[in-house]
């Protein structure tokens, strides 16, 4: 689950750059080796079609020298903190050693005068905690944000001007992104990379760094709960299902029959394993088809809305742009694979159109058709 309230293309590299986009990566004493790296696994696997780089990964320390991870180990930076004077984006990752920053919402003298090297501008990425450097620094006053969910109280009453959501994965505010706890991190640098060039490099990425592309959902499905019931089946294969026809009109009934529940109890496991709804999984993954369809075809908007289970071109350019920020139309026109010709075959599947668009809510079941919303 993302929060995205600004413009997809508000701050996206320029195409005409001589250089790789910089991305500088602020590395404090305390930091998670983990967290560190990954902005430099996800942004360093992006390349173009001639195997470019698309992105320069570079970290710094407040000073040069070793800095004290959380683990047996430090780091050696070789840049100072004058680096992040040249960076398009700068990532913070967390740190267990924030001091005043954690307990008193302040920054420290030599934070701050770290943090004044960044240029008006630039695009601000936290991960895990890191968001509490850039709350202090009032980067997040009256943006929605996100951190670790054992910490998202404690940020909300230090930083009562930030929209803290405690639920998603990360938040996504145009020149200013969060990320949740630890893994999230991942998640968050995929949704850069697909921002910035398409579906298909981050798909590439996630592939060759062996995770999901998208995760479904938010931080509550990891937060401890009482198992659920053992001889309870999973949802996996109603999903598998709706995979192989998000081009066909789906009945919450229809779901459920392929599990052998009830609506009732599938709707209850699907959101314990999700996160979200039957309905606002499928509009995801609909999306998803359509992002496919607009980058690597030439097919009309109708044929893309049939295709990808929308139905007409007005309800694709809907879920298209409350997902994405921009229209279909701004969409593809910004990340087009050259050369590709667009076919029904290339299509995938097209059949008969989807009811979405028909769907009065993706929040829940209708009782009365019992159709996937």
């Known amino acids: 689950m993302v929060r995205y309230d600004r413009a997809m293309e508000s701050t996206k590299p320029e195409k005409s750059q001589e250089r790789a986009h910089r991305v500088v990566v602020l590395a404090l004493t305390g930091l998670l080796p983990f ?52 960076a398009d984006t700068v990532v913070v990752p967390a740190s267990y050693e924030l001091g005043p920053v954690h307990e008193e919402g302040r920054l420290s003298e030599e934070l701050a005068a770290a943090l004044a090297h960044i240029r008006p501008g630039t695009r601000l990425v936290s991960i895990c905690t890191g968001s509490y450097v850039l709350a202090a620094a009032g980067y997040l006053d009256g943006r929605p944000a996100t ?164 139905g007409t071109a007005q309800s694709l350019r809907k879920h298209v742009q409350a997902a994405l920020g921009v229209s279909p139309t701004a969409y593809r026109r910004t990340f087009r694979t050259a050369g590709v010709a667009g076919t029904a075959d290339a299509a995938g599947t097209a059949g008969a159109a989807g009811a979405v668009g028909n769907l009065p809510s993706p929040d829940g079941p209708s009782d009365d058709a019992g159709a996937v919303h």
């Open 35 to 86: 967290e560190l790296g990954i902005p430099h696994r996800i942004f360093g696997r992006a390349k173009d079609p001639a195997g470019r780089p698309l992105y320069e990964i570079l970290t710094c320390g407040l000073e040069p020298g070793p800095v004290r991870t959380d683990a047996d180990f430090a780091v050696h930076v070789e840049h100072g903190p004058e680096l992040l004077a040249t």
């Open 147 to 310: 951190t670790h969910w054992a910490s998202a109280e404690h940020f909300q009453q230090l930083f009562p001007a930030v929209r803290v959501d405690p639920d998603v994965l990360y938040t996504d505010d145009g020149d200013v992104l969060t990320s949740a706890g630890v893994a999230a991190g991942v998640d968050l640098c995929l949704h850069i990379v697909r921002r910035d060039h398409g579906t298909a490099v981050a798909n590439e990425v996630a592939r060759r760094t062996v995770v999901p592309p998208h995760r479904e959902g938010g931080q509550a499905q990891f937060i401890a709960r009482p198992m659920p019931e053992p001889q309870l089946a999973s949802t996996t294969a109603a999903r598998a299902w709706v995979l192989d026809r998000l081009h066909e009109p789906l009945r919450l009934t229809d779901l459920a029959r392929q599990e052998a529940m009830s609506v009732r109890t599938f709707t209850r496991r699907f959101r314990e394993e999700s996160g979200v709804s039957p309905g606002r999984w499928i509009v995801g993954r609909r999306v998803e088809r359509a992002r496919q369809l607009l980058e690597q075809t030439e097919l009309p908007m109708e044929q893309v809305a049939r295709d990808s289970g929308f």
